[in-house]
């Protein structure tokens, strides 16, 4: 308001100069109420200062246009969509998540905990690892980092929310195999090799291949277990093993943004994976590789990230 008061906007240059340590500090809110700009009597008890009329109509066009320009909360409710109204599109399964987003009951959002959301609860005990809350509730925050694509954004999101599924649950939806997509396609390609001929589909069907739960196509695979230590390396250097918690639930960094960007470049390790699985080919580690630098790259190429990196490095293996 100061600024406005003076420069010649209300009060000449000179006048304002005498009592620019009077009004400088007066803000909008002191000079309104909800129903428009107090009276000039009451501006001048307010500023210690007499106005003329003239003055006093500058500044209640100055208000006015305030206003206009930056809506008082006041009149806010009334225009945009509320929290409520955006997440009621959401569907199925996340009336509890939606109501504690929304906020409705607060006595519900204190006592909120996400093992009391079932299909996370099942995700976390199906991988055989214990829930941490506050890891998942930095996972949580993930979906909504703007600096990466929408199709990233989606695919943690639903991995979070425990509704990324391997072939032992899409089987219940469809003519698939519940088996795994990649130990299947190794051993058909092992076994078309030793009978040098196509194998039959009685052949096909008489091999043991594990099924595709949730632990198996993202951990326990032989094939992803190795993929994902090789693409870790090739991303962090150092020599170590990347374990199951940290790869599929994430590690504390310390800082919250470290967290968030070894969470997210597992994430990324996992989409890269799961794209294969669902083409229904071998992953190819070289592409992955390729593929989840150069993503980290572009993500990193933020300031606010790329500040992340040593941080994460250095806490890797430890
Ligand atoms: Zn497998």
Known sequence: MGVMLGGGNIFGRVRYERIKDQVRNTTVEDVCTEEGIRS????????GVAITEVEYGKLRDCIKYIRNKYKPEWNL?????????????VKK????????????GSKVYKKFKFEDIRPINTLWAQMGITMDERLLGCGMLLWNV???????????FKWNQG????????SHFGDVDRKC????????????????????NVEIEGMQ?????RPHIFWECPIVYQCVQEV??????????????????????????????HMLSNMCIKYRIWKYKLAGVLPKVNCIKNDVSRWMDELTWYHKWRIMLPLVRRQIYV
């Open 40 to 47: 000039k009597e009451q501006i001048i008890a307010l500023l």
């Open 77 to 89: 409710p009334g225009l945009g969509k509320s929290v409520i109204d955006l997440l009621s599109t």
């Open 93 to 104: 399964g996340s009336k509890k998540f939606r109501s504690v987003m929304s906020g409705r």
């Open 146 to 156: 703007r600096e990466i694509d929408t199709e990233m954004r989606q695919f943690i």
């Open 163 to 170: 509704m990324v599924h391997g072939n032992t649950v899409i």
């Open 181 to 200: 997509t990649f130990c299947k396609l190794k051993q058909v390609n092992e076994l078309k090799i030793a009978l040098g001929r196509e194998p039959t």
């Open 209 to 213: 291949v594990p099924d595709e739960n």
């Open 232 to 261: 870790y390396h090739n991303l962090w250097g150092g020599n170590g093993q990347v374990d199951k918690k940290s790869f599929l639930m994430g590690k504390d960094m310390g800082i919250l943004e470290a967290t968030m960007l």
